[in-house]
């Protein structure tokens, strides 16, 4: 019995070894799971082989020196599906290319089409080996029922099939493949379109040799990205250009444009003492030309300064127009002026001809700016490719149906007018593309929300522009309107010209001089405007009658030539930290705005963040400054300004009968008088009166141009007649009695 459990004990652990073996065979034997790794692997290939966009070739060399490479199908996946095939039936395409082709160098680029013309189409053989003869591929060895049919290039074509265009292609990337040396390389390869119009496919190739005979070739279709990269270029490009011509148009507007306002009130001034004092123009004649008067030569001057700044104006428009950054501004237009206006234009005067319909045309409220680039450029482009000399018809009709303008210009027949009406159509879209100006009047025209044509017809040439527009409204609060009596004024520049032309504006805004402060001479009085406006705004709480106009240069500069502090003061931050000092019924009382040359979109969002208004910086006139005061005026405080503000209808007769004036401050006649008076005081042993007197009169009549361009109301009249009393060629003996009465009468009149 016990031999018998003996055994039977033996035999089960017999066959318990036996299991453990098995199993230990089945799941750590080498063998069996290197195969089962292997057949993983293979899945996995498989799928990477069949289904990624990257096209994977396997590439050996032969003993004849020939390459046969074994190619994922993606590659030719368009070209299989014009044949008819299902590509998921196919596992590869096997080229062969004779030694001859690797051996000759390729270009970067394949162009099958000139290849085809010139008859060097690649000695190349192909097979598409399904998925059921996979298995039995050998690159090394193939079986005699395997040939490779041969690819013959289609010369007799004029066009190459699509089948024939990838294996030319993947071809010549083959032997430039086999060409590199190094172990790993990556170059670029272009594949030029069979037809035109067609865009070039790029391909970025990756070859890994992995011995001398056998290389691996990963070929990627890497077309979006350059398009991609393209785009980011041309927007790069297009973002520099756009800052540069931001950067340009702030200089432009804020250096070029400055300087233009300043000349043309400067010459405005002049203007008025050569026509105040008889004097000056006999002093002057000698420069002046027999045939033209000095008035005359002035007055050209000013038209020309405001050509000029025309001319610089409609440059920075057309690049914030180009690069679709420009804000309508609408304001009023009169039309009428606008299109007769031929002055600047190489034409005669009679070439021109100005119709309209109703005549004459109602004052418009629109962009003055976009209108003038449109006129402009159909004019000039109507000389220049019309009939020389040939009649140029304006035609302008409004229709108060639709709130419409329609404007028209006509010219005949030019050098090439047959050639573009028998185009038709398309010759009015080759203007609008690539004519001269066309493009700027096309984009201007949209930003009115209007069109723009052209019709050639065998007779004429008639150019149009249609756009909604809205009457101005004549019958406005603008010309009754008058800033109240015992508004203050104040403004800061660190420009002495500028600020005259502030005072002049404040002047034509309805403040006299008594309510203004001008501020901006020196450093410290920009460093204390802040403190000084808000302390000035809290000294009067009580007086509900009073408001305050606070106008700020963009940028105010600290130093100058002899400071070794040179710093920027942004205006529109002083006007940003005043009202932000202020409690809400104090600053309910102010009207605080920014004066600049810069009024891009951008620049205007900035301003009207940091203060109530912006007032654009342009050739003071009584009207526009009164039109832009008034504007601002009503959108902050209504239309009758504040509460108890009433009227002074003497004011409103007073300031509406000023003309262009007061462009000295307080502060310079008093400093005249000044220099006077060190003149009269000088020691008398030194020289007497009359050998001193030239210079006394030529301050004397300095300080006599001035009194009268400050002349409100006739207040120096008796200082001015007492100044004319003492012309002459020697001092009066009167003369100290007459300077301290004219003396006196300016400082009563200034404190």
Known sequence: MMIEECSLDCIAKVLYMALIIEAD?????????????????????????????????????????????MISPSFFKDALAVQGKNVNDISAVVLDLQNPAIQTKRDHFTNVAASIASCKLPCVGMKIIDKKDFAGLDLYHPRSDLMFDPFVGQQGKEEADLMTYHVVAFSDIMSRAWQTKASESVFEHDLVPIKRGGSTTKFEVKVTRLDEQSVVVVVRNVSERHKRFEAEKRFVIETTARKKDADANRFTKHEVKNGLLSAI?????????????????????????????????????????????????????ARDVIHEMYEPKMNKVD?????SFTKGFTGSNHQFEFISNPSPLPVLLSDHSLL?????????????????????????????????????????????????????????DLVFAHGDGAWIVRKCAKMLDGVVGISFEPEQTVFIFKAPVELYDASSEVGAFVIPVGVWGIAIDDSKIQRKLLRRFLVHAGIHEQHQIILGQNSEEILDFVKFTINFVKQHPNDRCKSLLIITFLNLELGGESSIRHETLSGSKCIQQIRNSLDSIDESRVLACVRSANDSQNDMALYLSRA????????????????????????????????????????????????????????????????????????????????????????????????????????????????????????????????????????????
């Open 612 to 751: 109530h208004g912006c007032i654009p910086k342009m050739p003071l006139r009584a009207l526009s400054v009164k039109e832009t005061v008034y504007a601002l005026w009503k959108e902050r405080f209504g239309s009758d300004g504040q509460d108890g503000y009433t009227l002074n209808e003497g004011g409103i007769q007073r300031i509406s009968s000023l003309e262009d004036m007061t462009l000295i401050s307080s502060a310079e006649l008093l400093q005249e008088l000044e220099e006077i008076d060190a003149i009269c005081i000088r020691d008398q042993t030194e020289l007497n009166m009359d050998d001193r007197w030239f210079g006394v009169w030529d301050k004397l009549h300095q300080l006599k141009g001035d009194l009268k361009s400050a002349n409100i109301d006739g207040k120096y009249d008796d200082a001015i007649k007492a100044i004319d009393s003492m012309r002459g060629e020697t001092a009066p003996t009167d003369f100290l009695e007459k300077w301290l009465n004219i003396r006196q009468a300016v400082i009563d009149f200034r404190t």
């Open 335 to 339: 039309i009428n002026r606008l299109l």
């Open 25 to 69: 065979s089945v799941a750590f034997d080498e063998v069996k799971r290197a195969n089962r790794r292997l057949a993983e692997l293979k899945n996995t290939i498989n799928v990477v082989w069949e289904n990624s966009s990257d096209t994977i070739a396997i590439s050996i060399q032969k003993i004849s020196g020939s390459i046969t490479s």
């Open 265 to 317: 009130e400067i010459c405005s001034n002049i203007r008025e003492k050569i026509a105040a004092d008889s004097r000056l123009q006999s002093a002057l004649s000698d420069i002046v030309s027999s045939d033209e008067s000095l008035s005359a030569q002035v007055a050209e001057l000013d038209t020309t300064l405001h050509e000029v700044l025309d001319i610089v104006l409609a440059e920075t428009m």
């Open 372 to 428: 003038k680039c449109i006129y402009n450029n159909a004019i000039r482009n109507a000389m220049k490719y019309g009939m020389s000399g040939g009649k140029i018809t304006i035609e302008a009709s409004y229709s108060s149906d639709n709130g419409t303008i329609e404007i028209k210009i006509i010219n005949l027949p030019g050098p090439g007018h047959k050639e573009l009406v028998d185009m038709g159509s398309r010759a009015s």
